[in-house]
């Protein structure tokens, strides 16, 4: 059976997109008839498969919910050439001007959200602004982080994390510029860098590597490979400080995600990094490497604190997300 709602992943490698649907989706589940269809996802995410989502009855309307341009464009080739009857809806993340042929498949969705009130602002119609959220349930603060460490294969100590692509508009550079220069008056900090580096930016991570090979800082600067979306949960729990030195964002869930955990953030000032953080963490300019380097000794230095956790439950639960997507799509299939 084809559910009401159809949230399609139509990319077989780990992106923010995947993670969202995956984490998203059992949740909206719970309220409204909603599966995702593609590869990609873990076990234990509402699933119909791509054949069938393609070929749903023309019974009643259902709501076809795009979060890439491909998917947009399958939207509408499901809609126009096999006659679906798909409500169409798209999720723009971006901060920036879309393209003339983003425009043009933009303008053929029946609705679209937005995830920030910035993101908004580029967009040539109207939006429903929602947030992301995070499953607090899930994303944790741990009860013994040196027995979760050593589980991991990490180092005690204090634990400087930045996750996600390795490239240079995720300033991976900057992150570890910042710790050659802060770890020899830290000896008992270690720096983590965990990710995947595409084709296109083997360069850019064999150039890191090379530069923290120089520094002496192999064994505590640690490259590591990107995770599934089911054991990052434990990657943020063990660190005691996450960074996020973008250059350019569109959302970027990565703070909440570490927020949720405990864990307090330094981050520039792009994407909706400041609407998450309030007073919470340090925001830096992008690519400001002396003082990305002096928040991050900042908050080195500053006491735990239950104010990350706090600031996600009030205001950044994944819950509030799910409601807020079912009311747009009951609107839509009303």
């Known amino acids: 059976m084809v559910p009401d709602v159809v949230a399609p992943n139509l990319k077989r490698r780990l992106s923010g997109v995947t993670a969202t ?13 909603i599966a995702a269809t593609g590869p990609g996802l873990p076990a234990g995410v509402p699933h119909v498969p791509l054949i069938r989502a393609m070929t749903a009855p023309r019974d009643r309307w259902r709501v076809w919910h795009a979060r890439r341009n491909t998917e947009m464009l399958t939207g509408l080739f499901l809609r126009h050439v096999l006659r679906r009857k798909y409500r169409l809806l798209f999720t723009s993340a971006s901060q920036r001007r879309h393209s003339g042929y983003t425009k043009w498949l933009i303008g053929r969705m029946d609705g679209i959200v937005a995830t920030s009130e910035k993101g908004a602002a580029y967009l040539d ?10 499953d607090t349930e899930v994303f944790t603060p741990p009860q013994d982080r040196p027995a979760l460490r050593t589980r991991l294969g990490l180092p005690q100590g204090r634990l400087v994390g930045c996750y996600g ?36 930016d083997r360069a850019f991570l064999d150039d890191l590597k090379a530069r923290i090979a120089a520094a002496g800082l192999t064994d505590r600067i640690l490259l590591r490979p990107e995770v599934t979306v089911d054991r990052m949960p434990d990657w943020y729990a063990a660190l005691d400080l996450y960074v996020a ?6 959302f970027g869930l990565t703070p909440l995600e570490a927020m949720a955990c405990g864990v307090p953030v330094v981050a520039t000032r792009v994407g909706a990094f400041e609407e998450l953080l309030g007073d919470t963490g340090r925001l830096v300019a992008p690519d400001d490497v002396p003082a990305l380097r002096e928040a991050i000794a900042a908050l080195l230095d500053t006491p735990p604190s239950d104010a990350p956790r706090a600031r996600v439950e009030g205001g950044f639960r994944i819950e509030d997300e799910a409601r807020a997507l079912n009311a747009v799509y009951r609107r839509m299939l009303a």
């Open 165 to 200: 692509r390795i490239r240079p508009s995720k300033g991976t550079d900057n992150f570890v510029a910042a710790m050659i220069d802060l770890l020899p008056r830290h000896p008992d900090v270690t720096a983590l860098v965990m990710g995947r580096a595409v084709d296109k």
């Open 125 to 134: 119609r109207g939006a429903d602004v929602i947030l992301h959220g995070i």
């Open 21 to 33: 649907i995956a984490r998203l989706v059992p949740v909206q589940a719970r309220d409204i008839s």
């Open 245 to 250: 030195p973008q250059r350019w964002e569109g």
